[in-house]
């Protein structure tokens, strides 16, 4: 595994392998299956890269990934903004949307409290949902982190900080297996799950 | 290499690729072990699959590695008891991801300690609230949190710290690096129970003024209280009977698990020669309990 190619196919498939799930078999095979393909196709690939890299942002609201100030949920009127689920990252906005039960709209942690890894509570977006909430018009706060240790903790944590604000808050219910993560569930359970949410 | 079959406790977790991740566990009966879990966090199309939980407790199938450094790999999780009860209270959570930070910490490989795991089993219980020793439960819960949580979360954070403190040391005698603290390191003179004495780190242990002076020790005063507590957790194997122990005044009950919390930390910081996350963290939850804290 340790053939040296020629300067930029060797710098290509370096940088493929330090994508999840390449190893370095793959990342010779994608390699060389670029260097095949049409200029088009291929500068295809670089530019979508280029542009998640330098178009996609946090929204200024609420740090799911967006192409302007605001994200597209932020920026749509037909969504109750009186309504806000929590969740850890984008991905986790993303199967919950694809529910379609969220009428309301989110707020990204961009993490969850996890001490073993030196994250606190100031590694997440919570200052700007308290300011949010301090801006009023939430009714009722979505508590979506997932149902782990550490994405439980986060919610209690959550919870504790909000108390205060007197909005409503709530959890997802337990449709979702303690221990089990947002991110992979499927829909079913995430339906089940946002249905039976509780007051906490 | 055939597949063996354990009891075990997740330690730490972190992700290693898209789908999989490294678990560290403490396992009954083969110490701590390092195990590739592959796609232990996707789920299938029927059924969720959870994946493995910081702090549960299961039976686990695993390859062994095959030498050292490398990582063995999970095979099978079936979980046994989630400690549900932790999610409950902060306190609770951080002091439980405190222990398991310095297990990881300071046990090795392949190095069985039946007895911390046993302890460990014991701690996350008494800190989920699952036992009748374990006293109240701080009212943290999401669902049942009614009472101003400053006042309920009193006594339970209090209890949970002198557990943990009988968790400490439990790891540390188990491992041998528990100070001596009953006699002189250096001439072996006994200290009368109830008296002060000098704790010497350098020295691992209470020493004489007159012996450090020879060695040229920096010593630091232990008063008694905590000394005693001390070497009385060491004689019952870390299971206090927490009402013999708790003074009267709540004051020097919060002071006293602090003093013993932050020795035997600093003990197992130094033995390991590293820096924690959460050694910080639990001190100040301790030292809230105090009246007239903020
Ligand atoms: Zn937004
Ligand atoms: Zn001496």
């Known amino acids: ?200 | 290499m055939s597949l063996v079959n354990d009891e075990a406790v997740v330690l730490r977790l972190s992700d290693f690729s898209e789908t999989s991740q490294v678990a560290t566990l403490l396992s009954r009966r083969h110490g701590k072990l390092r195990l590739l879990a592959k796609g232990a966090r996707r789920s299938t199309k029927e059924r969720f699959v959870p994946g493995l939980d910081l702090l549960e407790w299961g039976d686990v199938l695993y390859r062994p590695a095959r030498g050292d450094g490398q990582l063995g790999t999970l095979a099978e999780w079936k979980q046994r008891e989630l400690f549900l009860g932790l999610r409950d209270s902060l306190a609770a959570a951080q002091f439980a991801q405190y222990a398991a930070e310095i297990t990881t910490m300071l046990v090795a490989e392949d190095d069985p300690h039946a007895t911390l795991f046993e302890a460990l089993l014991t701690l996350l219980g008494g800190l989920a609230g699952e036992d009748a020793a374990g006293g109240q439960r701080d009212g943290g819960s999401l669902e049942r949190r009614q009472r101003p949580a400053s006042s309920a979360d009193t006594p339970s954070t209090l209890m949970f710290a002198r557990r943990l403190v009988g968790y400490q040391q439990t790891l540390i005698s188990e491992i041998g690096l528990m100070p001596q603290l009953d006699a002189c390191v250096a001439c072996g003179r006994e200290r009368a129970a109830g008296r002060a004495a000098y704790f010497s780190p350098k020295s691992g242990g209470v020493i004489c003024r007159s012996c450090a002076a020879e060695r040229g020790d920096r010593l630091r005063l232990m008063k008694a209280p905590a000394l005693d507590l001390l070497l009385r957790t060491a004689e019952s194997d870390g299971l206090v009977d927490s009402a013999e122990l708790a003074p009267v005044d709540l004051g020097d009950a919060v002071k006293l698990a602090l003093v013993c919390f932050e020795f035997l930390d600093e003990c197992m910081r130094r033995a390991a020669e590293r820096e924690t996350q959460l050694s910080a963290a639990c001190a100040r939850l301790i030292r809230r309990e105090a009246p007239g804290s903020p």
């Open chain 1, 1 to 200: 595994m340790s053939t040296q190619y020629t300067g930029p196919l060797q710098r290509l498939i370096d940088e493929l392998r330090k994508l999840p799930g390449i190893g370095a078999r793959s990342a010779e095979r994608i390699a060389f299956h670029i260097l095949k393909t049409p200029r088009d196709s291929a500068l295809a690939l670089a530019e979508a890269i280029r542009a998640t890299k330098e178009n996609l942002r946090a929204c200024a609201r609420c740090f799911n990934l967006a192409e302007r100030e605001l994200c597209d949920i932020c920026s749509d009127p037909r969504r109750d903004a009186g309504v806000v689920v929590v969740v850890e990252q984008p991905k986790d906005l993303i199967n919950l949307e694809s529910t379609g039960l969220v009428g309301g709209v989110y707020h990204v942690l961009l993490g969850r409290i996890a001490p073993l890894d030196g994250v606190g509570p100031a590694d997440l977006t919570i200052e700007p949902l308290l300011k949010r909430v301090a801006a009023g018009g939430i009714r009722e706060i979505v508590l979506a982190t997932n149902p782990t240790l550490e994405g439980d903790s986060t919610a209690l944590h959550l919870a504790q900080r909000l108390e205060p604000t007197g909005v409503r808050l709530t959890r997802l219910a337990r449709g979702l297996a303690p221990g089990s993560q947002i991110e992979y569930a499927n829909r079913s359970m995430l339906e089940e799950a946002f249905r039976g949410r509780q007051s906490v």
